[in-house]
């Protein structure tokens, strides 16, 4: 499988909580290196056991900590879950298939029979697989659960009535220092409300949903800097280096995190699937070059206190920056 594609958000310069929304197979990607467009939703590549283990260990110590529902509507349920299945099939490469009714995936060595009506498992088989130890204890307990064991990306469902907006589903098994729980049920501006920033995009939020029901698909970026490459980063996991306090700044040990978001409308059941697919880059790979470090540095530099502090960089800004102008300075 190839390797994970790179891709740079902060190199405007500026770092911005806004809707930063690019039309999925229309619109180049800056971020990425090649700075092509994309019309993948989904994207499978060598890190894909890393994930796996992750999630793993997150669905055996508390998998309601992760997921749930909250009136996911049956026909926003079947738009949602057929459309996950059918397309990670079409953007694995021949590792996933699904026939309408069994989703079938080689590395996991599972044949999974989905009812995604009712949101169920009716049947999953095992066989012998590159990666078949890694899922030999795990029980998917739902449809979603399957679907979202199967790929590298979270899933949640947004849902819409006539008394607005909330979060219908969730599977995220990767958040970054939140509770899916916080979420579940919660309009766009309450689920963003703790984002430091996120007031004028906010404001937006009605004609933003409805962009993303009847107008996608598109991708979206967001980033930070994480003092480990771990995944799972739930409040209740169990601590590791990211956001506590460190006396000293080791760039060896930090990590660009980006996240890359698809948002896919279903008009037909006013609803959309939002993916969240986590990278996490080792700092000295994703600043090579000074040009790259010098925009970074800026990026960080029109951070708010507040916005600081949301990303946890609080005890690392003066050490971070500090670092970062000197690699801008390191002759190419």
């Known amino acids: 499988m190839r390797p994970p594609v790179m891709y740079r958000p902060f190199a405007s310069g500026r770092y911005e909580v806004a809707a930063g929304l690019y039309r999925l197979g229309v619109q180049p990607i800056p971020w990425r290196e090649d700075g092509a467009a994309e019309s993948h939703t989904f994207a499978l590549d060598n890190t894909f056991p890393l994930f796996v283990a992750s999630k793993v260990a997150a669905h055996r110590r508390a998998l309601h900590q992760y997921t749930g529902e909250a009136n996911l509507r049956p026909a926003l349920r079947a738009a949602a879950l057929s459309f996950i299945a059918r397309t990670l099939s079409a953007d694995s490469g021949g590792a996933i298939t699904w026939d309408g009714e069994h989703l079938h995936h080689a590395l996991l060595g599972w044949t999974a029979r989905l009812d995604v009506t009712r949101g169920t ?21 739902n ?39 916080d979420k579940l049920g919660r309009d766009f501006v309450a689920v963003h409300a703790p984002v430091a920033g996120s007031g004028p995009m906010n404001a937006t939020a009605p004609r933003l949903v409805d ?77 090579r070059e000074p040009a790259q470090a010098c925009a970074l540095a800026a990026a960080i530099r029109t951070m708010t206190p507040e916005q600081v502090a949301y990303k946890g960089l609080s005890g690392l800004r003066h050490d971070l920056l500090t670092w970062l102008d000197g690699r801008a300075q390191t002759p190419p």
Do not use: K, M, N
């Open 211 to 287: 962009a993303v029901i009847s107008r996608g698909p598109f991708v979206r970026f967001a980033w930070g800097i994480s003092i480990t490459d771990r995944l799972d980063h739930h409040p209740a996991a169990p601590p590791d280096a990211d956001r506590h306090a460190a006396t000293t700044f080791d760039p060896a040990r930090a990590f660009v995190r980006v996240e890359r978001q698809t948002l896919t409308g279903f008009a037909d059941a006013d609803g959309a699937l939002f993916t969240i697919r986590p990278y996490t880059y080792p700092l000295t790979a994703a600043v």
């Open 121 to 141: 498992v009716e049947g999953l088989t095992r066989a012998p697989a590159p990666h078949a130890a890694l899922v030999e204890d795990t029980r998917p307990v």
């Open 143 to 181: 449809a979603l659960d399957v679907l979202g064991l199967c790929a590298q990306e979270d899933l949640a469902i947004i849902s819409r009535g006539e008394s607005g907006d909330w979060l219908a589903a969730t599977h995220v098994l990767s958040p970054q220092h939140w509770d899916p729980r």
